[in-house]
């Protein structure tokens, strides 16, 4: 789970999607997992995933490094279809549905940098869950490196070797709890930010000004093609 | 995977439907109250162990395909409350990652946030009897064991018919479903609650999911109690 990486993908991309406003591409998210829900169709979900991917290969997203992100959903449908679950669905259908809608969120991820994903989800959000979202993501990429940095220090130090689990296991943890212990220091400084500037709900203050361009033509497109190709089948 | 992230298509609407509306509602609840009580100081908080949080799940515990999660530790150090607030904004992050679909964020927030409040309780509970490594570690053991049993919960209510819940919660009986179904049971006064849960109950599902999960319910409790240990140490007053 790279968020950092994800994130990094998403800021640097010079892909049309990359290009398109927030709200187009949820535009385009809302009507796909809205039909990939409630179809039952193989046919359906299979073109769906062909359309997904052809989206991925569009982005020039690095496809072989994120897959691994949809082994999760993979794990659980193939799980849920192998039990015997799901009701009415065929197991394929089951399965291409938790990875279809995985891989369209990771694909908004991927082309959608995190604040410009915030600014659109404060508009249905409460203000003081935004709020805590942002201080969230700031936090993180300010542990990470701290994290990092101690994961360098055990490796150079030979506190993380190949087969010897529970030696690495003990390190991991001493790491985690001593970022745990910077995260008290960078809640107070934080706090004190909050203080010294007089919060008030919704510090994120305005919302981004939606800047439409020819790009937001792809994922408006691509959302109406998946309702049509929807009720064709 | 010592608990479970629900994935987007594979749940009934009506589940992740009122799995959304209990979850919206515990959480305007919450933080109404938080907006309410000038808890200014908890705010960033929240958000530092949100990302914490995320944190651990970043890192890659070798062959195993296992991740941490610190969802007790969370409960523990910030409550239930504010811990609900704090698993759904993980998951939210977690969703746009394909770890739980998006549908699901609320189910799954029930879930997670479950396991925080018991950790919680568990923690605060055995604290008087236990030194804090042995009441983190079993407070954590309990949580992640009945928050597993309560997806499992979720799971069989997904295969339970909207007739059988009609005649579980005592509504108009509409008809049978299932051609095999015989109700005669139920008919002689046999719970039908009962009844309905044996025939549904996914068992081979749950047994694979249960022998999948148990690596990583030991690996977080000793993760967990650990961290507590570690913090009791240097930071005596966080408890």
Redesign the interface.
Known sequence: ????Y?DYLAAHGESPLHKASAPSKFFMLFIF?SF??ISHSVIFLALSGLIILTLFALSKLPIKKILH?????LF??S??A??????TLSPAA?VL??VN???L??L??CTTPYYR?FSLLSVFL?A??V??????????F???RQ?SGLFTALRLRGGLQ?GR?LS???N???A??V???R??E??ER??QV??LRG?R?GFVGQREKILWSSCDLLPLLVGTAAGLIFFLL | MSH???????L??YLWGAGLIITGVI??VI?YR??KQDQ??K??????????M??????P?????Y??N?TV?SGIILGPALAF??V??VN????????????VVGLNTLVIGLEAAIGFVGFSLLKPFFRPTGAAAAATLCALILSIIFAFGI?TA??LSYTEIMEVTGGEHVGCTHPGHDHSDSQHGANPLVEALKENT?V??IQ??SA?ALPGIL?ET??VA??IG??AR??PGLF
Do not use: E
């Open positions: 789970m790279d968020l950092a994800l997992i990939i829900i992100l949809l082994f999760y959903p659980f449908s799980v849920f192998l039990s015997g679950l799901g009701g089951l549905k938790a809608t995985a891989a969120l990771i908004l991820l994903i409460p003081l869950l709020d805590i979202l942002f201080i969230s993501y700031r936090s993180f300010l542990l990470i994290l190949r689990f690495n296991l003990k991991i943890t001493s985690l709890a970022t745990l212990l995260s008290f960078l809640n934080l706090y909050i203080q919060y709900q | 479970l992230h629900f994935p987007d298509g594979v009934p609407v959480l305007a933080l938080l907006g200014v100081k705010l960033p908080l929240v958000g530092v162990l949100v990302a914490v995320l944190l651990a799940m970043s890192i515990l070798g062959f195993l395909p991740h941490l610190l530790l607030v704090a759904f904004i939210l992050f977690l969703s746009f990652m394909g770890h739980g679909g998006i549908t799971v997904s295969q996914p081979g599902f694979i999911m999948a690996l000793i993760v650990f961290i570690y913090l240097v930071k």
